[in-house]
């Protein structure tokens, strides 16, 4: 017979997270070497001598080898990784055109919410990345929470019609009563509108969304045989919260307080060692002593316990993720969870464990060497300017011999000599120097970073090749760095970046703006909501070759090749319209600037507007050319003919003057030969010559005639040109294909 389970109640659940809570590593009380070097740490990076630096003699040196890699290593990486302001990058799962927008939006409003909603975004996550460098583990968390602002605004004289405008708003209301003008006020057209005075109106400003929380290292628990969050059975977080912020947070439940428990209510139930690590180091190291009974009821405070716990609430013998809020034996809330939003970074890794070791752990021994060693110095030299005395209490007087002024007399019972006596310090070894510069070098090979790593080691320029060895040992470095980097990518912020999506997706409810490189736009929580769950995600780091030098690098290599690629005639098939633009896009947002101030985007609507607008300007301007060039050819034409007509009517005058004269001839022939005729008949003896015949009529013919076959003659030339320059065309063209070959 199969054995029922039996559902896990509220008490059951309460008594499992205490469990969980007491075999949980990470906290100060049963994590003692873990809470110890973060305290270490602590000390280590403010120069503080506590802990295991706290002096044994008179010199309380701190060595700055652990405070320098502290600093140093955050500032890489936060450079590396924070610099531009961007993260996320979700790449398409296909190539159609709405996966590629959509893993744009997304990726934009990521970025948008972790720099710019969260006002204290960038902060935030220095703070996360620093605390990888000197704890080791990191942890940071997210989630969704309602805020609002309310601004109050006055108007000592509103009409009705813009109080109505204002109130069309449903964020806007109004702060008690409203006040009718004494006297209406007549408008130029005559009118008179109603008229209200002394109006105060509340505006509520909704400012909700994903909000980034940093965890202390003694505040956050994990089940210990977990070696990620994501395996982990449980995972929680210990927090402070006064009564009153309980009451504000859940306030639809009939919560006695004074019921939670005395061990919940505890005024240093936070207490631990690290805590008090920081708070001395910050110059605050006053712990607050003051019991809760000399607090106002509503400010004492509570332990709250927040965690997610894998747990079969409903008996199906399967243990589903819970997101649990307790504070003592109280169950605050309680949701079923798909994932625990928790990203955790840690710089060096220990396989198969979840904590790691610290760029501080790697470098304490060195330090504390180093710290050694120093103090030695310090002390010698203190002693050799200060020295120590032996000295005969009853022959000294031991008060002027330890408080000496100028020409003072010490009275002595006996021979100074055998009363008062200096002893001299012991000469500092000869091997120190070269310790020090060891334990230097192992401090650099230890953890990387190194003043050659950062450009300040002025050795390498001594010999030739200066240039060569510093790229040289800062590429080596430089590897050793990025490969932190890549590890802090791969792991948190990846499970940031994709948290953060997530938790908006989910709980969008309105429409948000975001910034994208074009500009704002703006977001709807459906648009949002139909996002694909399945693109991948990059990360914007500045490192290898996705690093802005080498980025640069290539960018300039594609604006040689781009245009030597144009210059084929199949390149237009291939070659994206908008490359120059991306081009252009790519190198001014690698630059660091903002591209609105320079481009246009060529995709967007108004863009396109301006386009067609200067389209129909070029268009119009175009036709306006053509009929110019149509009129002048027209013009040409016309005068052509013109001068043709002309030249065809000289010729035609020419010819009819030519037969004019032809005619005017025969007719004066004639008139001669019948005068002469005359003169032949009245003279005696006298004889008529032979008339020549001559046939002008026959001449005038035949020169008609000659005309006639002149142009009959060039019309068949015409016609012969055009019909050999139509039967042209084609020899040419087969010619050409003969000769090609094909």
């Not at 919410?113 to 960038?122: E, T």
């Not at 940031?496 to 969008?508: A, D, F, I, P, Y």
């Not at 008949?681 to 008339?691: D, H, I, M, R, Y």
């Not at 005309?707 to 050999?724: D, G, I, S, T």
Request: aromatic content about 6%; proline content about 4%; some cysteine.
């Amino acid at each position: 017979m199969k054995k029922k389970i039996e559902k896990i109640d509220d008490d059951m659940l309460i008594q499992s997270i205490d469990r969980h809570m007491r075999n949980a590593t990470g906290g100060n009380t049963n994590s003692s070497d873990v809470s110890k070097r973060r305290e270490n740490a602590v000390y280590e990076m403010s120069l503080e001598a506590q802990g295991d630096l706290k002096p044994q003699g008179v010199s309380s040196i701190v060595s700055s080898d652990s405070a320098e890699i502290a600093e140093g290593y955050t500032a890489l990486l936060t450079k590396l990784l924070l610099d531009n302001n961007k993260l996320a990058l979700f790449t398409p799962y296909s190539n159609e055109m709405a996966a590629v927008k959509a893993s744009q939006v997304a990726s934009d409003v990521v970025n948008y919410c972790l720099f710019n909603s969260n006002p204290d975004g960038w902060s935030k996550l220095s703070t996360w990345i620093k605390s990888a460098v000197v704890f080791g583990n990191s942890a940071l968390t997210w989630g969704w929470e309602e805020d609002y602002d309310y601004i109050v605004e006055e108007y000592e004289e509103v009409q009705q019609e813009v109080l109505d405008q204002l109130l069309s708003d449903e964020n806007v209301e109004i702060i008690g009563d409203l006040t009718l003008a004494e006297e209406d006020i007549m408008q130029a057209d005559g009118t008179t509108p109603v008229t209200f005075i002394d109006v105060r109106l509340r505006r509520k400003i909704d400012k909700s969304g994903v909000k980034l929380r940093t965890i202390p290292p003694e505040s956050f628990l994990i089940d210990r045989a977990a070696s990620s969050v994501t395996d982990a059975t449980f995972v929680g977080i210990v927090t402070e919260m006064t009564r009153s912020d309980i009451r504000r947070t859940w306030s639809d439940l009939d919560l006695d307080l004074n019921e939670i428990g005395e061990e919940a209510t505890t005024r240093n139930s936070s207490f631990s060692y690290e805590a008090f690590a920081r708070k001395d180091a910050s110059g605050t190291q006053n712990w607050l002593t003051n019991s809760d009974s000399d607090e106002e009821e509503a400010n004492m405070s509570i332990t709250v316990i927040e965690c997610w716990i894998r747990s079969d609430r409903d008996g199906d013998g399967i243990a589903e993720l819970k997101h649990v809020i307790k504070a003592g034996d109280t169950i605050l809330s309680e949701d079923d969870v798909a994932y625990v939003p928790v990203a955790v970074l840690n710089p060096i890794e220990i396989p198969h464990e979840f904590y790691g070791l610290s760029l501080l752990d790697m470098a304490r021994p060195q330090t504390q060497a180093t710290t050694a060693i120093l103090r030695g110095f310090v002390e010698n030299v203190y002693f050799g300017n200060y020295g120590r005395t032996l000295a005969d209490p009853n022959v000294v007087d031991f008060q002027a011999l330890q408080n000496p002024v100028p020409k003072q007399i010490i009275p002595t019972n006996g021979n100074p000599a055998a009363a008062v006596q200096q002893l001299q310090p012991e000469p500092m070894s000869a091997g120190t120097s070269g310790m020090l510069e060891f334990l230097g070098l192992q401090k650099e090979q230890s953890t990387g970073l190194s003043k050659t790593a950062m450009g300040l080691n002025d050795t390498l320029y001594v010999s030739g090749n200066s240039e060569q060895k510093m790229a040289g040992a800062q590429n080596a470095a430089q590897i050793r760095v990025e490969h932190i980097a890549r590890r802090f990518v791969e792991t948190g912020i990846k499970d940031l970046c994709r948290g953060v999506l997530r938790e908006m997706k989910s709980n969008l409810k309105n429409p948000s703006m975001y910034k994208t490189d074009k500009g704002y736009a703006s977001l709807t929580p459906q648009e949002l909501q139909t996002m694909p769950a399945n693109m991948d995600l990059d990360v914007q780091a500045n490192i290898g070759e996705n690093s802005n030098f080498s980025v640069a690098e290539k960018l300039m290599q594609l604006t040689q090749l781009l245009p030597q690629m144009a210059q084929s005639p199949t390149s237009q098939a291939y070659i994206n319209p908008l490359s120059s633009y991306n081009l252009a896009l790519d190198i001014v947002k690698n630059m660091g600037m903002d591209p609105t101030r320079f481009l246009n985007d060529p995709t967007g609507e108004e863009f396109q507007q301006e386009q067609q607008k200067a389209m129909q300007k070029k268009k119009q301007k175009q036709d306006l050319m053509d009929e110019a060039e149509q009129a002048a050819i027209k013009l040409d034409i016309s005068t052509k003919e013109a001068n043709i007509s002309l030249v065809k009517a000289e010729a035609d005058n020419k010819k009819i003057d030519n037969k004019r004269q032809l005619l005017q001839a025969n007719d004066e022939s004639n008139r001669e030969w019948a005068a002469l005729a005359v003169k032949a008949q009245g003279t005696e003896g006298a004889s008529l010559p032979e008339k020549i015949p001559a046939d002008f009529l026959t001449l005038y013919q035949d020169t008609e005639e000659s005309e006639r076959m002149q142009e009959e003659q060039q019309m068949m030339m015409q016609q012969q040109e055009q019909m050999m320059q139509q039967q042209g065309a084609p020899n040419a063209e087969q010619n050409n294909v003969n000769s090609s070959g094909y």
